[in-house]
């Protein structure tokens, strides 16, 4: 290991440090690796209209991850916080809306209860993005603790200006 040192010194150009024990120590990378204090929560407010729900509930995990952030770590809950307003006018391509179907079970005999997107939009329009971002996020804890970070809101309105969300447009 001291001579892959030394000759990366040399490749790079410097001066050879001289052999003692130690020495080498300062040529080693560190990788860095975030703790509860190095991590900021942002606010943003995403506008949900006419955008396509798998595209957007795709954006809303990767920021909810911190996957954004240069300090992201995969054991760590890093991401922002997002409030998402106009869900019910949420678009879909294709003939999601009739064939797309949610499935739930009630752990009884012949209890399995199906639900198309469509009918879903019209009672619940929050829960088709929750379950699409759901679907997105880790499988554990660390999962559950990012969504609890997701608010979505049917309308225009939200109660979150206390924390003063920025504005976020997405790329698709």
């Known amino acids: 290991m001291r001579f892959f ?3 990366t010194k040399e490749f790079l150009g410097g001066s050879v440090p001289p052999r003692s024990e130690g ?10 690796s975030p703790t509860p204090k190095d ?12 955008q396509v729900l798998g595209r957007l509930a795709s954006q809303i995990a990767h920021r909810l991850r911190g996957k954004h952030k240069p300090e ?3 054991h760590m809950d890093n991401g922002d916080c997002i409030v998402v307003v106009n869900c019910d ?18 752990g009884w005999v012949g209890g399995l209860r199906t639900t198309s997107l469509g009918e879903l939009m019209e009672k619940k329009p929050t829960q088709a993005l ?31 200006s206390a924390q003063q969300p920025k504005p976020l447009t997405l790329p698709y």
């Open 39 to 50: 991590i900021n929560h942002e606010w943003f407010v995403v506008d949900a209209e006419n």
């Open 72 to 74: 992201f770590a995969p």
């Open 130 to 160: 929750m379950t699409a971002v759901r679907g997105m996020l880790p499988k554990n804890k660390l999962g559950r603790a990012m969504l609890k970070k997701l608010k979505v809101y049917a309308g225009p309105e939200h109660p979150h």
């Open 89 to 106: 006018k949420i678009k879909v391509t294709g003939t999601k809306m009739q064939d797309k179907k949610y499935y739930r079970h009630s």
């Open 5 to 7: 040192l030394y000759a």
């Open 23 to 32: 020495s080498y120590a300062e040529f080693l990378m560190k990788t860095f």
